[in-house]
C-alpha cells in the first residue's frame, strides 16, 4: 500500500491554498505536480553546474555533460530500449511527433495510406493531417463506439499493403480509455506498416516496455511524469531513426561542416541540433527515479481504487453523465450536467479550490462525435485522496444548483 500523506508531503504545492481554500488538484492530464527531489535537481543545476554539453573541455562542461547522458540512460532503462542511442531527448510529446511527421515526407509518396484513431489530442492529428498534404497521403480513420473504446473490427478493415504507417495514443486524454496497441502494432507490422503510440497519457500511469510491445515509435512529455515542462522523449528503433532525414538543421546534429556538404551526426545527436533543455533533461531522469521509487504497480493499482470511487461518487449526482466508459480506463473521469456548459461549473470548481480542466482537451473530434462542446475533466494522480473525491462531488452538487 502507498503512504499517501508522505507521498503528499514530497509536493510542496499540495499545501498551497487556491482563492481561499485547500488546493484540490485534479488536473493531472494537462501537467502533474512536481515532488521535492525534482525541483532540488533544478535548483542544483544552476546553483552548481550549469553549463553546455558535449563541447566543453572544462570541468563544468563536462559535469553537467555526465549528468545530461546519465538521464538519457534512465530514460533508456524506464522505457527499455535496447540502446541509449534510440532514446531522442526532445522538448516533449508535440516535438517528438513532428519530428517523425515531418521525416516521413521523404519516405512516402502518393496514395500511401496513414491510420489514425480517433480518440487523438490534436498534436497526434495536426502533424499527419500536414504530412498527408505534402506527399498526397490518405488519412484513414478509426472510430470509436459509445464506451470510447475503438473499433478493432473497423481497423482489421482499414488495414492493407497501401498502409505504411498507423498511430494512435496508448490511452486517451480525454476519456481515459487504454487502447489495445499491442494488438494495434502487431496487426500494422503483419501489412509492414510502422506505428508510432503517444504515450503522454498513459506514461504516469503505466510503465511501457517498447521492446515487448515492439512498437517503432513511442513519444512522452516529462510534464506529466512529475518532471519539468519542455522535455520528453522520442523513442525510435535504430533502422526507423536511420532511415529518417533530420529535423532541424544546427549545432551538435553535424559531423562535418562545409559550405559545399555537411555530413550528420549519429543518433542520438542527429534529432538534438542547438542546445538541449540540460536542466529539464536531467530532471526528468530524477523524475523517472521518483516514479519508480514509488512502483509503477502500486501507482497504478491506487490510482484504478480513485478511479472507481470518484466515478461511484460522481455517477450518483443527478442528471450527470460520464464520457468514456471503457472497462479498461486511467483515472481520467470527463463528464457533463444536463446542459450546463463545462467552462461554467469548471469556474465554480476554481473558486472552491478545486483545479479541473474544462473544454474539448486537444480532443474536438471526439467532442464532435458525442456532439458536446466540450466536457469537464477530473484526472486523479496517485498523490490524490479520496477525501478530495469528496470535496468535488460536494463542489460540483453545489455547481448544479448554482447552475440550474
Ligand atoms: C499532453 C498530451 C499531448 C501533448 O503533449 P505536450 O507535452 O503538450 O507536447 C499529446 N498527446 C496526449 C495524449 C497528451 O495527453
Keep these: 500500500m502507498l503512504d499517501i500523506q508522505k507521498i503528499r508531503a514530497d509536493f510542496p504545492i499540495l499545501n498551497e491554498e487556491v482563492n481561499g481554500k485547500p488546493l484540490v488538484y485534479f488536473d493531472n492530464a494537462a501537467t502533474s505536480q512536481t515532488p521535492q527531489v525534482v525541483i532540488d535537481a533544478i535548483v542544483e543545476y544552476y546553483s552548481k553546474y550549469n553549463a553546455n554539453i558535449h563541447r566543453g573541455v572544462h570541468t563544468l562542461s563536462q559535469v553537467a555533460t555526465d549528468a545530461y547522458e546519465q538521464a538519457r540512460l534512465k530514460v533508456q532503462k524506464h522505457f527499455n530500449a535496447k540502446k541509449s542511442y534510440e532514446v531522442i531527448l526532445t522538448a516533449g510529446t508535440t516535438h517528438s511527433i513532428n519530428i517523425v511527421a515531418t521525416g516521413f515526407t521523404a519516405l512516402l509518396k502518393e496514395g500511401d495510406e496513414i491510420i489514425v484513431s480517433a480518440l487523438e489530442h490534436h498534436s497526434n492529428i495536426v502533424p499527419w493531417q500536414m504530412l498527408c498534404e505534402r506527399v498526397g497521403a490518405v ?74 510491445l515492439d512498437v517503432d515509435f513511442y513519444v512522452a512529455s516529462a ?49 538534438e541540433a542547438g542546445t538541449p533543455n540540460i536542466c529539464g533533461g536531467i530532471a526528468f531522469g530524477v523524475a523517472l527515479d521518483y516514479m519508480n521509487g514509488i512502483g509503477f504497480d502500486k501507482i497504478g493499482a491506487y490510482e484504478q481504487e480513485l478511479l472507481d470511487y470518484g466515478t461511484e461518487q460522481l455517477s ?78 460536494a463542489a460540483v452538487k453545489k455547481a448544479q444548483m448554482m447552475l440550474s
Design 139 to 212: 488519412l484513414k480513420v478509426i472510430p470509436f463506439n459509445e464506451a470510447g473504446e475503438l473499433q478493432m473490427d473497423v481497423y482489421d478493415t482499414l488495414l492493407s499493403d497501401k498502409t505504411k504507417l498507423v498511430f494512435t495514443n496508448h490511452i486517451s486524454n480525454a476519456l481515459g480509455t487504454i487502447n489495445p496497441i499491442k494488438e494495434i502494432i502487431d496487426k500494422a507490422h503483419a501489412v509492414g506498416a510502422a506505428v508510432l503510440i503517444d504515450g503522454a497519457q498513459a506514461c504516469p500511469h503505466i510503465k511501457p516496455d517498447v521492446q515487448e
Design 223 to 271: 510534464h506529466k511524469l512529475c518532471g519539468p515542462t519542455g522535455v520528453g522523449l522520442l523513442y525510435g528503433k535504430e533502422e526507423w531513426l536511420n532511415k529518417l532525414p533530420p529535423y532541424q538543421g544546427g549545432g551538435e546534429m553535424i559531423e562535418t561542416v562545409t559550405f559545399e556538404k555537411t555530413t550528420y551526426a549519429g543518433l542520438p545527436h542527429k534529432f
Design 316 to 393: 450518483q449526482i443527478e442528471g450527470l453523465r460520464i464520457y468514456g466508459t471503457s472497462k479498461n480506463k486511467a483515472s481520467v473521469i470527463s463528464f457533463n450536467i444536463g446542459d450546463i456548459h463545462p467552462f461554467d461549473i469548471g469556474s465554480i470548481l476554481d473558486k472552491l479550490g478545486v483545479a479541473v480542466r474544462t473544454g474539448h482537451h486537444c480532443a474536438q473530434p471526439i467532442m464532435n462525435t458525442y456532439g458536446i462542446p466540450g466536457t469537464v475533466r477530473a484526472s486523479f494522480s496517485f498523490y490524490n485522496t479520496k477525501e478530495e473525491i469528496d470535496v468535488l462531488v
